[in-house]
């Protein structure tokens, strides 16, 4: 999987934004809010491929969260993603 080019996160007080900034997200009209876990998360995908087990040893290694939460916490984030049309 990789995220969308032209997703940028943005900081907004204590939570961030995903802002669509190229032309071709236009007609994108959804506020995709995260918390500093996903925030995290976001960060770590928007480096190139990822897939579950990344982005769940990444938390793993930055969080003290056991293997097991990390990925059930990970998998519904990437849920979340797709649905949102921020990632494929």
């Not at 995709?32 to 579950?52: S, Y």
């Not at 938390?59 to 998998?75: G, N």
Request: aromatic share 10%.
């Amino acid at each position: 999987m990789h995220t969308i080019e032209g997703f940028k996160l943005r900081k907004l007080g204590n939570e961030y934004i995903l802002v669509g900034e190229s032309m071709k997200l236009i007609n994108f009209n959804k506020m995709i809010t995260l918390n500093e876990t996903a925030a995290f998360l976001w960060e770590q995908a928007d480096k190139g491929e990822f897939d579950e087990t990344t982005l769940s040893k990444a938390l793993c290694a930055e969080y003290d969260v056991a293997p097991e939460q990390a990925l059930t916490d990970v998998t519904a984030t990437i849920k979340s993603w797709l649905e949102a049309g921020v990632i494929e």
